[in-house]
């Protein structure tokens, strides 16, 4: 039916069957054919044929103005479909805690500049919560901190961008040693449960038999460091935010024996997002040129001074 609708309209725009034909490139008998079997699909007479050339009737004029609706909203809804569209629509991206802080306006501003028509929803929530919104259709991609090695559980596509660098930071005052024994007494500022980067220190711990002393759980990670620099207690915190927050002379980096974490920085999605595909892309490219930038500059782990001979 949607030919027999752009018949009708080239034919109303043209005011004659020879002229539709002209422009659709067709025979003027295949658009009369056409126009033929619009009116039988809708059971009336559109074009007056008492009158030569013929022209619509009144119905005719009516369908003729729902006809060019449903063409339109038929190229909008192709255009949503199509990688090779404009950018546009509503992008909804979800935050795993970890990353939702000010790093990752630069890449979210060069999205929103360059397609203007693409209105972001963001939304910050726990990773298995992300994945489950995903999968539910409430998120288009998530913006994920994953252990390495690890990808996101079917049917979620996952897409490897950067890599990050956690430090065990204590106050710039803080007297814990850079081991496991001294670490296993210490009071922690961690992540709430569920967070996969707190159950790896948690497992490396427990292997050399100690289990951390939980002294506050938050999501917040500049709530973390502020407890970690007033000396509250022990805090896992990526190198990236220790050095974009000149907080490198008010806590001390603790590099125990056998202990690397890095996690990686992931896109997840459930498939395809047609004209959406390109924005994706550009925050992608974004969230890598952020990491790759942040990774050249490191974080020194503090060494206590020598002391004077006796």
Same mark, same amino acid.
């Given at each position: 039916m949607f030919d027999d609708l752009r018949a009708l309209v080239e034919f109303a725009r043209a005011g004659s069957v020879v002229g539709a034909a002209e422009h659709l490139y067709r025979t003027p008998s295949a658009i009369t054919r056409q126009l033929q079997r619009l009116e039988a699909a809708v059971g009336a007479t559109l074009l007056d044929?008492? /009158?030569? +050339? +013929? $022209?619509?009737?009144?119905?005719?004029?009516?369908?003729? &103005?729902? *006809? $060019?609706? @449903? @063409?339109l909203r038929t190229e909008a809804l192709k255009s949503v479909a199509s990688i090779d569209a404009e950018p546009h629509g509503f992008l909804r991206i979800g935050l795993s805690h970890p990353l939702a802080e000010g790093t990752l306006i630069a890449p979210i501003l *060069?999205?929103?500049?360059?397609? +203007?028509? /693409?209105?972001?929803?963001?939304?910050? &929530?726990?990773? /298995? &919560?992300?994945? $489950?919104?995903l999968v539910a259709g409430e998120l288009d991609v998530a913006v994920v901190l994953l252990p390495e090695g690890k990808t996101a559980p079917a049917p979620l596509v996952t897409k490897i961008v950067a890599s990050d660098r956690m430090e065990i930071v204590q106050s710039a005052a803080g007297h814990v040693k850079a081991d496991w024994k001294s670490l296993g007494t210490a009071p922690w500022v961690l992540n709430p449960l569920g967070c996969p980067l707190r159950a790896k220190l948690v497992d490396r711990m427990e292997r050399d038999g100690f289990t +951390?002393?939980? *002294?506050? &759980?938050?999501?917040?990670?500049?709530?973390?460091?502020?407890?970690?620099?007033a000396g509250y207690g022990v805090g896992l915190l990526p190198a990236r935010f220790i050095v974009r927050h000149r907080s490198i002379d008010t806590v001390k980096v603790l590099r125990p024996p056998s202990f690397a974490l890095h996690p990686t920085i992931a896109i997840v999605? /459930?498939?395809?997002?047609?004209?959406?595909?390109? *924005?994706?892309?550009?925050l992608e490219h974004g969230i890598r040129h952020l990491f790759e930038a942040s990774s050249r500059r490191k974080v020194p782990a503090k060494r206590s001074a020598a002391r004077p001979p006796k």
């Open positions: 044929r008492s /009158v030569k +050339p +013929p $022209r619509l009737t009144s119905l005719g004029s009516r369908v003729l &103005e729902h *006809a $060019r609706d @449903l @063409l *060069a999205l929103t500049d360059t397609y +203007p028509r /693409v209105r972001l929803r963001l939304v910050s &929530e726990l990773t /298995v &919560e992300l994945f $489950r919104r +951390p002393v939980i *002294a506050a &759980e938050v999501h917040n990670m500049h709530l973390q460091l502020a407890f970690v620099q999605r /459930v498939g395809q997002l047609g004209a959406l595909e390109k *924005a994706v892309g550009l």
